[in-house]
């Protein structure tokens, strides 16, 4: 054998080379360890920011980096790391894939037990939660904790949150008292060191508190809560994302509380900082927006809800393919629109909830199951009983499906079914599920709470259908005792339901009509006595809830709650004074009937009002201001987009976008208005209805205040003259349909039917009280469908006459004038007048955008112009000669010279064509000269004026139809007309029916000459249309040319300049000062 030897020297070489070799491989490790660990850090770093797409490639660059090297424990802890990002992403398919791999090298390249094993186990576990596996993941949990505890890591942070999963399991799978054990295990250690746990301690009580409030201890967990709230904000600050989940879960439990005020406050702050955090539109900022909206439902606020509900559903369609995510939103705008009334479009909602849940689970699905209760709720409105059953039968069965003999079928249903029997007059099937119902509310909420005071009110009402009486008010008396005891809370004022109303107020309404009923029955003066009463309460409830809405549309709605309760409050009253007379009760009944007139109207005035006087500053009135004008410029936009025939949805959708924005905005600071200003809340709110003695003193010798309020087939006559006050009841069956007959008789010139009606609706409204009319001067407050009746149009004698001249008209005895409320009318909110001048603002409408002529000029110089004008340039050439001012015609008769100048005068008079919108009163419009111009569109629409101040002493709208429209119960017409009574006007002359152009001029010229003189305004009227009948051409002496105006709000003399400058007159006077002076000077030179 041969052998070598190294010789030292070369030897020396070797171990050199070796040496070396080894030094730049460990240099290249450090290298790679060093680039890997940055990659791994920065990922890290992505992940904080939620940069979770960014973070990803990261880690496995890192990866790729660590295998390299046989890093394989840090190979495994960033499969895991990628875990956490795609769980964040709800990517559960590359959640598994990275959990396998973390697995596969955490079992095969590192000795077991090790932590990346145990850190798989518990992403595995995640994993689980995330698809609904929760055995499995509680399984995954605890192998986990067993291999920390197992490497000495039982009290570790992983410890801790493994804890706190293993926690979350047993909540999913309804352990709560095993979830209890595992949460106070993870907090008693991380309160033994908590220097150590301080990141995530505050997580602990987080789901600390969840388990509680899943299993319903609500008040525990709001006590968790807050403490979680405190930790995490002393942690990491007001803002950070930590904070989210707390805040959205204690919005959750406060609305489950009822306490909304608070739901919404912590809603509110969730959406704020998703806001911040998450890009605009993301689910889960919907999800919130989605929960806020709820709020606003539940409390009746629907025009709120319904914004958020839509703007909801914008954005899903705009970003979201799966269309599972669009069928909750379909779900809650099904809800609203069933609140609203919109039952056709809420089932339309409804129907595509259900299919796309159907499609999605199944056919047996919790979520199927809620929409067939709700489709059978939406068929009791509609009166459909057999579809209903069908609907509530179906959820039964799917309950029995998934639960068995358990009743976990979603609240309503059981009731529902009942409200389906009693439909159809089956009441033993009633009464059966009414308690099947009350059962399972009170096991799943106790037996004092709302939502079984809510059935027990059910179940009396059914007794009260069979006029079981005393039965009936058993059940509702244990329901008031629920919710006395509710109410104690301040915020329990705000209980209100969707659909069903507030329940304290329902059941003290039906507390008081039972009482009234057993009074009718028995003839007992308690049981009047009792029903008065409780009557009082239910008046202060409404007045108390009233104050939460801040939308004009929501407010009304909220209105319509006073049909349920003033009628029988004032029929009460009016019984007790038969019982034993006391003028008193009857001053109650007129209480009651102006406590139901113009509300709403008086509170928008006061609400202006209150801004000049509340200690507001001039900065948030401008941003209201501004607001307001904004609101409307988008909501013509929209309407305008929606009248095309082919909208430009995407068009559409931005205008609702920035709409929505500005609303929220605007309900924000009149939120700080009504909260931060005690005063603003006082004068909106705090005014006190007017009382007869006081209507008495504003009354002079020659005036009546007549005042209707109208029940089912009973009207209320409430007659009031300087110095007498009666009231009468009057039998008034079929009182809409009479009003109908009469006005189309009317519009057909249909004389033999106009006289049948008019004198029919006489002998009922007007002959019974007759001898209590007092003067010359009637002012009418209607109601209903009084509103639609010209009350001097009605015949005081029969008559063979068929000669419209010869006609015993009610107008012949009475200059009638209309108001709001005698409220309204007397004690109406002034507004400052010195700028506005004694002249008149005058528009005439021309229907082209191609006029070669046309400008401004003044009235005065009108009068001089020729005969030969276009159409209602006549009318404006008719009081030329009698009142001075400005008169826009032509291409100058704009929108935007309104709005500039219509502030300004004392009186407004627009000859425009007019549009009523019937389905939705606020896009009724008048039409301006069409014009270029991009920012108005020319057509001045009702909600537009709320946005305006118009604070003229006398609004002409002789458009035809301004004063006609949709009926709101107790606010009158919502016509064009009432807008402007919005916008501050005072009085207002209007038209109820098209205008006869070659009538309208003439009446005109009259009715100013009238005003001139100094008459009244219903005297100028009554005095312009009689003296148009005395000289009328026979052929257009039908009441329909001429009967149409009449007079609205206050109705005093107005002062009007004249038609030439005041200069004339000064000069005058200084021609005359001098001819006198030098007569004088001439005379004492004569006696010198």
């Not at 505050?202 to 807050?226: P, R, V």
């Not at 028995?522 to 006595?529: A, M, S, T």
């Not at 807008?979 to 098209?994: P, V």
Request: net charge positive.
């Amino acid at each position: 054998m041969i052998s070598f030897k190294i010789c030292p020297p070369i030897q020396l070489i070797f171990i050199l080379f070796i040496s070396l070799s080894f030094n730049l491989v460990n240099a290249q490790i450090e290298k790679d360890t060093l680039q890997a660990w940055e990659y791994y850090q920065k990922a890290d770093s992505l992940f904080e920011k939620r940069d979770f797409k960014n973070a990803i490639p990261k880690l496995k660059k890192a990866i790729s980096i660590y295998k390299k090297i046989e890093a394989w424990k840090q190979v495994a802890r960033s499969y895991n790391q990628i875990v956490k990002n795609y769980r964040e992403t709800a990517d559960s398919k590359n959640m598994l894939i990275n959990i396998n791999k973390a697995f596969d090298i955490s079992s095969t390249k590192l000795s077991t037990p090790n932590e990346e094993q145990a850190d798989a186990y518990y992403n595995l576990g995640r994993y689980s939660l995330f698809i609904s596996s929760f055995k499995e993941g509680l399984a995954n949990f605890e192998k986990a904790l067993d291999l920390l505890n197992q490497i000495s890591l039982d009290k570790s942070r992983k410890s801790v949150l493994t804890l706190d999963q293993i926690g979350v399991a047993h909540l999913r799978l309804g352990n709560f008292e095993k979830a209890k054990a595992s949460l106070e295990k993870a907090i008693y250690i991380a309160k033994n060191d908590y220097d150590l746990h301080k990141k995530n301690i505050g997580k602990l009580f987080l789901t600390y508190a969840l388990i509680h409030d899943y299993s319903k201890e609500y008040e525990k967990a709001i006590d968790l809560y807050n403490t979680a709230l405190e930790i995490q904000i002393k942690e990491y600050g007001e803002n950070h994302q930590n904070l989210i989940v707390i805040y959205n879960n204690l919005g959750v439990v406060n609305y489950l509380l009822f306490e909304v005020d608070k739901a919404l406050f912590f809603y509110e702050k969730t959406l704020a900082l998703k806001e911040k955090i998450l890009y605009e539109n993301h689910i889960s900022i919907l999800r919130t927006k989605e929960n806020i909206a709820l709020v606003y439902l539940s409390n009746g606020e629907y025009k709120k809800a319904l914004d958020y509900f839509i703007n909801v559903l914008s954005a899903k369609e705009k970003t979201i393919l799966n269309e599972r995510y669009l069928a909750p939103t379909y779900d809650y705008l099904g809800l609203t629109y069933h609140a609203i009334g919109n039952l056709d479009k809420a089932l339309d909602f409804k129907k595509k909830a259900l299919l796309i849940f159907t499609n999605v689970f199944s056919e047996n699905h919790y979520r199927v199951m809620e929409e067939h209760t709700g489709i059978g709720s939406l068929y009791i409105s509609k009166k459909d009983y057999k579809k209903a059953k069908f609907h509530f039968n179906k959820a039964i069965h799917i309950n029995s499906v998934l639960f068995k003999t358990a009743n976990k079928t979603p609240l309503g249903t059981y009731s529902g079914l009942a409200n389906a029997f009693l439909g159809l007059k089956d009441f033993d099937s009633a009464i059966e599920n009414y308690q099947i119902e009350l059962e399972n509310r009170i096991k799943l909420y106790g037996e004092k709470h709302p939502f079984a005071a809510a059935t027990l009110n059910d179940i009396g009402s059914l007794y009260f259908k069979k006029k079981e009486f005393k039965k009936a008010l058993a059940y509702y008396e244990k329901s008031l005792t629920i919710l006395n005891q509710k109410d104690k809370k301040e915020s329990q004022i705000k209980i209100y339901k969707s659909g069903n109303g507030d329940y304290l107020l329902q059941t003290l309404a039906s507390i008081s009509n039972i009482h009234l009923q057993l009074y009718l029955k028995n003839n007992g003066i308690n049981d009047l006595n009792k029903s008065i009463t409780t009557y009082k309460k239910a008046e202060k409830r409404i007045d108390t809830l009233k104050q939460i809405f801040t939308r004009y549309e929501d407010r009304l709605e909220f209105s319509k709650i006073g049909e349920e309760i003033y009628p029988s409050s004032i029929r009460a009253n009016y019984l007790l004074n038969t019982k034993k007379e006391n003028i008193e009760t009857l001053k109650k009944a007129f209480y009651y009937s102006e406590k139901s007139h113009a509300d709403v109207l008086e509170e928008i005035l006061s609400a202006s009002k209150a801004k000049q006087f509340s200690g507001l500053s001039d900065s948030l009135v401008n941003l209201e201001s501004t607001l307001k004008s904004r609101r409307a410029y988008y909501q013509s936009r929209i309407t305008e987009e929606q009248d095309k025939e082919k909208a430009d949805s995407t068009v559409l959708a931005s205008f609702e976008d920035k709409l929505f924005t500005i609303n929220r905005r605007y309900d924000s600071l009149t939120e700080v208005f009504q909260k931060d200003y005690p005063k603003y809340h006082q004068l909106k709110y705090d005014h006190a209805v007017i009382s007869v003695s006081q209507v008495q003193q504003k009354l002079n010798d020659n005036t009546t205040l007549l005042e209707y309020f109208t029940a089912d087939s009973l009207t209320y006559a409430f007659v009031i003259s300087k110095n007498k006050f009666d009231v009468k009841e009057l039998s008034t069956d079929s009182l809409l349909a009479k009003v109908e007959q009469q006005r189309n008789a009317l519009s057909q010139k249909n004389l033999v039917s106009y006289k049948k009606m008019s004198r029919t609706l006489y002998q009922e409204l007007i002959s019974p009280i007759a001898d209590l009319l007092v003067g010359e001067h009637l002012i009418i407050v209607p109601d209903g469908p009084l509103w639609h009746l010209n009350f001097d149009l009605l015949l005081s004698k029969d008559t063979d006459s068929r000669n419209p001249q010869q006609l015993p008209y009610l107008l012949n005895t009475y200059a009638i004038s209309y108001a709001n409320s005698a409220n309204l009318l007397f004690n109406r909110p002034d507004f400052d007048k010195s700028k506005v001048l004694n002249q008149a603002l005058a528009f005439s409408y021309a229907d082209t955008t191609a006029l070669a002529d046309g400008n401004v000029m003044r009235l005065g110089t009108l009068r001089d112009a020729g005969e030969d004008l276009p159409g209602t340039r006549k009318e404006i050439k008719a009081i030329s000669d009698i009142v001075d001012g400005v008169y826009y015609y032509g291409k100058e008769a704009v929108e935007a010279n309104f709005k500039k100048d219509a502030d300004r005068y004392g009186i407004v008079h627009l000859a425009l064509h007019g549009e009523v919108d019937n389905e939705n009163p606020q896009n009724s419009k008048l039409f301006f000269t069409k014009s270029n111009d991009t920012i108005e569109d020319n057509l001045l629409y009702s909600h537009e004026l709320f946005a305006l101040h118009v604070p003229a002493e006398l609004t002409v709208l002789s458009a035809c139809n301004t004063g006609t429209g949709k009926i709101a119960k107790g606010e009158g017409i919502m016509s064009l007309g009432n807008a402007f009574q919005y916008a501050g006007t005072k009085s207002l002359l209007l038209s109820s029916w098209e205008v006869a152009d070659d009538t309208a001029p003439e009446l005109m010229k009259y009715f100013y000459a009238n005003l001139k003189e100094g008459m009244s305004k219903p005297k100028a009227l009554q005095q312009a249309k009689l003296e148009y009948l005395k000289t009328a051409d026979p052929a257009r002496s039908n009441p329909f040319y001429w009967g149409n105006f009449y007079i609205v709000g206050d109705p005093k003399p107005i002062s009007l300049d004249s038609n030439f400058s005041y200069w004339y007159w000064i000069l005058g006077a200084i021609a005359l000062i001098g001819i006198g002076g030098s007569l004088w000077y001439r005379k004492r030179r004569m006696a010198a």
